[in-house]
Nanobody, 119 residues
Framework: QVQLVESGGGLVQPGGSLRLSCAAS????????MAWYRQAPGNERELVAS???????SIVDPVKGRFTISRDNAKNSIYLHMNILRPEDTGVYYC?????????????WGRGTQVTVSS
């Protein structure tokens, strides 16, 4: 059974920092492309950052320079380091695992962790 479990969300003041974690089980973690998405109230879910099996990372422009993504294959985990948080970063943050190219396309999602940026 595949499970992705996010943690680390919470309430933080503008300008603060958080580190989100996503622990995966039931998959051969090292070959998966992993990503963080977020969904603000009333908005669609959007990509924030991704890291592939070769540890190449991609960050979307709205958070570039403030957020970084990393993975630890030994712990079957990815992380989202969020700095200089803004109110517009508020939302539910989801972890996604996607099979790499050449495999049957499959995606797995976690249940999300709430991040609220407010004074």
């Amino acid at each position: 059974q595949v499970q992705l479990v996010e943690s680390g969300g919470g309430l933080v003041q503008p300008g603060g920092s958080l580190r989100l974690s996503c622990a995966a089980s039931g998959i051969k973690f090292s070959i998966y492309t992993m990503a963080w998405y977020r969904q603000a109230p009333g908005n669609e879910r959007e990509l924030v950052a991704s890291v592939n099996e070769e540890n190449n990372t991609s960050i979307v422009d709205p958070v570039k320079g403030r957020f970084t993504i990393s993975r630890d294959n030994a712990k079957n985990s990815i992380y989202l380091h969020m700095n200089i948080l803004r109110p517009e970063d508020t939302g539910v943050y989801y972890c996604k695992a996607k099979t790499p190219r050449g495999y049957i396309p499959v995606e797995y999602w976690g249940r999300g962790t709430q991040v609220t940026v407010s004074s």
